[in-house]
């Protein structure tokens, strides 16, 4: 193999003494930067809505108010039991999600509310929650009035609800965060294989976010 020649002019020493110079300057520059980085990067999750009071019911026949969730970050999402459509899926990445909070739990918090409140009593919530290895104190299922459901998911949480021609709900798949001063903070499409891994990512700013406030 054929050498590389040398520009005219200049010694191929001089080149490599240039080189190795740049590099010592760059690689000076890249750890003075680091030095100066702040410890904690603010949340790039904005405050999008203040959440609202409410008292509903949950699995165990316990009312639930805002009070209860305030001072933990909580993820929700929303279902009906009867659901033959997306709502097995959502339900699937909240247990993912329930497994992997674990060494969070205290924390954070897990919610779903059913948008079908007239079918889905305690009671039934109940039989429907326990083979999933929802513990009440921090997988929460709700229910309450119709109004009550109204007005916690589309006025305070910002996600539809609607009736199919047949009756049955229509309604987010969303799975929505809640900081822990009562704050809606972002959003995660349930229906997404990376929803989980997505909102720990977010879960985790809002931890370190409460960290470094302090």
């Known amino acids: 193999m054929s050498e590389i020649p040398a520009r005219p002019g200049i010694p191929r020493i001089g080149w490599i003494a240039a080189f190795l110079a740049a590099a010592g300057l760059i690689g000076l520059a890249y750890v003075s930067l680091k030095s100066t980085r702040p410890p904690a990067l603010p949340s790039s999750l904005e405050k999008i809505a203040k959440v609202p009071g409410f008292q509903l019911t949950d699995q165990t026949g316990k ?41 969070a739990r205290g924390n954070v918090e897990l919610v779903t509310f059913t948008v079908d409140p007239e079918y889905d009593t305690p009671e039934i919530l109940k039989a429907f929650s326990e083979p999933l290895g929802a513990d009440p104190a921090s997988w929460k299922f709700l229910t309450g009035t119709p109004d009550a459901i109204q007005k916690i998911v589309v006025t305070g949480l910002l996600q539809p609800i609607a009736k199919e021609p047949d009756g049955t709900p229509a309604h987010s798949t969303r799975i929505v965060l809640v900081d822990r001063e009562g704050w809606l903070r972002g959003y995660q499409d349930g229906l997404d294989p990376e929803a989980v891994q997505k909102l720990m990512v977010d879960i985790g700013e809002l931890l370190r976010e409460n960290s470094s406030a302090k």
Do not use: H, Y
Request: with cysteine; aromatic share 8%; net charge positive.
């Open 63 to 103: 009312s639930i108010t805002l009070e209860d969730l305030k001072g933990k970050i909580w993820a929700a999402n929303f279902i009906f039991t009867r659901c033959k459509g997306p709502c097995p899926i959502t339900v699937l990445r909240m247990q993912e999600l329930n497994t992997k909070l674990k060494k």
